[in-house]
């Protein structure tokens, strides 16, 4: 389904009947990704999954995206749908739109789960990280792509996933270069939404995994305790969905179940 929104397209998919459930994906990824759970999810809830801007099959905007603009494209969506209160599953980027959606319209929000990513801000050394590959992605994007979606997964386990990681290689290869450039740039800008989180009072319960080599474990535990999230622990890396398929499934019906 394409949806229009200031002079763009938001495509975004919409199976089953009950209550809405909102899957957003993270960097580089597209609604796709969701795709191995969506039978058995649509079988009790709706379930939309939206590609965010400048990712999939969504356009781009500006040459920034914030998490902000993300949000408002989000709600335009569920607003287009004629949907009320929504829970939330964003996976790293995606939990970045979902906690500044809860900040800006928390009224719509049910319940919230934060999938291998935070409420935390960059620090100096993460910003100095996206302007270098800021500069990567303008010189040679499909390299960039591939060694970032190789370095999400926990390396013990590269030979096993082969297939899995070249598959989500081949839908982050088309995402063009300004939706890439744009999300980085916003994901620098993003703010500390802790407190946000924290105030929060439906569900929220974040998944971190052990050896996610993009964010530090013993952060998220500290995070996690000062913004009162409920922590279900996965033992490999940053695609806690691919890497820890079964286990993942069994804990986000127990999310949505709630």
Not at 12 to 36: K, M, R, V, Y
Not at 95 to 114: I, M, N, R, W
Request: net charge neutral.
């Amino acid at each position: 389904m394409i949806i229009k929104y200031k002079n763009t397209s938001i495509f975004c998919t919409d199976s089953g009947q009950g209550p809405p459930l909102i899957l957003l994906h993270g960097f580089l990824e597209n609604a796709a990704i969701w795709s191995p759970f969506i039978t058995e999810l649509s079988k009790n809830y709706r379930v939309i999954c939206i590609d965010l801007l400048g990712h999939g099959q969504s356009g781009c905007i500006g040459y920034i995206h914030t998490m902000e603009m993300m949000a408002e494209a989000v709600r335009a969506v569920i607003e287009f749908l004629n949907l009320k209160k929504c829970s939330f599953v964003g996976h790293s980027m995606g939990g970045y739109v979902s906690l500044a959606f809860l900040e800006y319209f928390p009224d719509q929000v049910k319940s919230l789960l934060l999938v291998n990513s935070t409420s935390l801000e960059d620090n100096d050394e993460r910003i100095q990280n996206r302007n270098r590959a800021i500069a990567a992605v303008k010189k040679d994007h499909k390299t960039f792509i591939r060694i970032a979606i190789s370095n999400l997964f926990n390396p013990e386990h590269k030979t096993t996933l082969t297939r899995a990681i070249e598959n989500i290689t081949q839908e982050a290869l088309k995402t063009p270069v300004q939706g890439i450039v744009a999300a980085l740039e916003g994901m620098k800008l993003r703010k500390n939404r802790t407190q946000v989180i924290r105030q929060f009072e439906g569900k929220k319960v974040i998944f971190i995994s052990k050896k996610d080599p993009v964010l530090d474990y013993d952060s998220l535990l500290n995070e996690a305790k000062i913004a009162q999230l409920k922590i279900v622990e996965f033992p490999d890396g940053h695609m806690s969905f691919i890497e820890n398929e079964a286990l993942f499934f069994q804990n986000l019906m127990h999310f949505i179940e709630y």
